[in-house]
């Protein structure tokens, strides 16, 4: 598979030339991050089985772990009906996908009758224990 | 909760006012769908207990299932570490969230070494027995 790819092309890439990506561990279930791809990054994904994105504050591709080692290894990716938005079953490394060392990126949940976000679930390894140098991969 | 409290304030909104919003089955943990939702959406979420989403096509307010009767009552909303995507956990009415029938809207897979978009599930209902009118809801 390549860039130029038909199946590339089949997807609605935003005005950015982005689509959203939802990453659901295959074991367990649990959404673990929501991220975005433009076609290098998926190509890259399906080429390499391992999820790369595109990180929009840095402007560059992003392969999940390539500083903390938490990798993502591909079991299945799923287009929705508006093929504008992916969903990536992974086995993640480390069992930790957020930057923050929670397991996943959707630890607050909102709660209360008066609204507030609180941290729903704990930081499994400190963060400064998983990056050496960029803290967002 | 409302429209002008800090737990919306809280959540970074896009430019065109909008945060991407993933639906989650709670006792499955199958993903359903991706949609958006401006400020108005996520307070009459919280307010209903059923998901409301922002209809980009149709710029408006959706309550999901207005039509089909397969509306989304929520038993949990998180938002990810950077504040800027939300998780619901639903029960999905009807058992069907796509306006195509099939359970959840990702039912293409990539699939082959050449990449090719297939249809991995089965549709659950026609949709024309699903809507009389709009083919969306």
């Known amino acids: 598979m390549n860039e130029g790819a038909g199946w590339l092309d089949a997807l609605c890439w935003n005005a950015d030339g982005l689509i959203p990506v939802i990453a659901q561990e295959a074991s367990s279930g649990k959404v673990l991050m929501f991220a975005w791809m433009n076609r290098e990054a998926l190509a890259r994904t399906v080429a390499t089985g391992e999820a790369v994105y595109w990180s929009r504050s840095r ?14 290894k591909i079991r299945a990716i799923h287009a929705d009906c ?3 938005a992916l969903l990536l079953s992974i086995e993640q490394a480390g069992g930790i996908a957020c930057h923050t060392g929670h397991q996943s990126c959707f630890f607050r949940r909102l709660s209360g009758k008066d609204g507030k976000w609180e941290d729903a679930e704990p930081v499994l390894k400190d963060p400064k224990d998983i990056y050496k140098g960029n803290p967002e991969s």
């Open 82 to 84: 508006d093929s504008d």
């Open 59 to 72: 402007k560059r591709l992003w392969r999940k772990g390539e500083e903390s080692g938490n990798i993502q």
